[in-house]
């Protein structure tokens, strides 16, 4: 089965950074295109960002476009998400997913798979 394992979630400060990692399993990972979606308190879940399979194609909504960055490393069957300028309002659980595409359909994201999600908290 697909499997998704988000770790890399923390308590940080504005303006610090952190790096999410997804480790995938039990699919051809270099196939498929893998996102970040988040989930803040009494919020719906949104897209962050994608990355596709194809050409390595990225993606990112407009609230973190500049200071996020996505990537992905097809030997270790990892994708990372590095976090910088953190702002309050990125306070949520962070999800790795992916609609297993080729490439990213960012505008029309429906995920089929989802990781169990990893905290986010940015607090002074």
């Known amino acids: 089965q697909v499997h998704l394992v988000e770790s890399g979630g923390g308590l940080v400060q504005p303006g610090g950074s952190l790096r999410l990692s997804c480790a995938a399993s039990?699919?051809?990972?270099?196939?498929?295109?893998i996102g970040w979606f988040r989930e803040a308190p009494g919020k719906e879940r949104e897209g962050v960002s994608c990355i596709s399979s194809s050409d390595g194609t990225t993606y990112y909504a407009e609230f973190v476009e500049g200071r996020f960055t996505i990537s992905r490393d097809n030997g270790k069957n990892t994708v990372y998400l590095q976090m910088n300028n953190l702002k309050f309002e990125d306070t949520a659980v962070y999800f790795c997913?992916?609609?297993?595409?080729?490439?990213?359909?960012?505008?029309?994201?429906?995920?089929?798979?989802w990781g169990q999600g990893t905290q986010v908290t940015v607090s002074s």
């Open positions: 039990g699919f051809t990972f270099d196939d498929y295109a």
């Open positions: 997913v992916t609609d297993l595409q080729k490439d990213c359909n960012f505008n029309a994201y429906d995920p089929v798979r």
